[in-house]
């Protein structure tokens, strides 16, 4: 089993959609979690940190449920700009000191 | 302006010839990290650095070597025993003070091998 498993799209979606990604972690020790967007031949960016009572940041909110080990993403009145990979992405701390581990990616095209 | 570079943005290597990639912070972050990302691929990790003159093999350190003399400064040279060089080499910091901080990464380099 991959360490970090997500959604492997593409999404195709239009303007104004509601859309929601997921991501599961094997290492029930993974103690935090984020989410990342990398534009095409882009290095990612942080979009959101993820917090377990969960986290919204504008249209995005971010759920984390540990008990299931599961991630989600949801963009709501998704945009033109919201276009790009998303990456789920762990971190164990204890062992690897502030290693990530990630996702492959899920591919978000929005279109008009 | 605070960041992180990475040069060149494009690399072409020659069979049998070793190749040094850039990257360069003033973000006075502690820790450095070389990840290499293949199409449709995950980032993978190569090696990591936590302190200056300290540095650990990744999930995928050979054919790699690394230095880290100063802790603006975290080169990755790709030897010639690295058989399938070509791909997307991404650096990353990260400040070490508290366990939540992510890392940040540079605009990173495509390396080629002609």
């Known amino acids: 089993r991959k360490e970090v498993e997500q959604d492997p799209g593409p999404f195709n979606v239009p303007e104004g959609a509601t859309v929601a990604f997921n991501c599961t972690y094997s290492?029930?020790?993974?103690?935090?979690f984020f989410w990342y967007r990398q534009d095409c031949r882009k290095e990612p960016k942080l979009l959101m940190s993820?917090?377990?009572s969960g986290n919204e940041d504008g249209r995005f909110t971010a759920q984390l449920n540990r008990a299931s080990q599961y991630i989600s993403l949801l963009i709501r009145d998704s945009k033109l700009s919201d276009s790009a990979t998303y990456l789920c992405?762990?971190?164990?701390?204890?062992?690897?000191?502030?290693?990530?581990?990630f996702g492959k990616g899920t591919k978000l095209s929005v279109k008009p | 302006d605070g960041g992180i570079t990475q040069s060149p943005k494009y690399l072409f290597r020659k069979e049998g010839q070793n190749v040094t990639l850039s990257c360069e912070q003033n973000?006075?972050?502690?820790?450095m990290y070389w990840y290499r990302q293949d199409p449709g691929q995950g980032l993978r990790l190569i090696y990591y650095?936590?302190?200056?003159?300290?540095?650990q093999k990744g999930d995928i350190a050979e054919g790699y070597s690394v230095s880290r003399e100063k802790k603006e400064s975290f080169p990755l040279t790709v030897t010639s025993a690295q058989k399938n060089p070509t791909a997307f080499y991404l650096c990353?910091?990260?400040?070490?003070?508290?366990?939540?901080?992510?890392?940040?990464f540079g605009p990173g380099t495509r390396l080629l091998v002609l």
């Open positions: 990353a910091s990260r400040y070490s003070g508290t366990k939540k901080e992510t890392q940040y």
């Open positions: 973000l006075n972050h502690d820790a």
């Open positions: 992405v762990v971190t164990n701390y204890g062992g690897s000191q502030g290693n990530l581990i």
């Open positions: 290492n029930s020790a993974s103690q935090s």
């Open positions: 993820v917090y377990s």
């Open positions: 650095s936590q302190i200056v003159n300290d540095f």
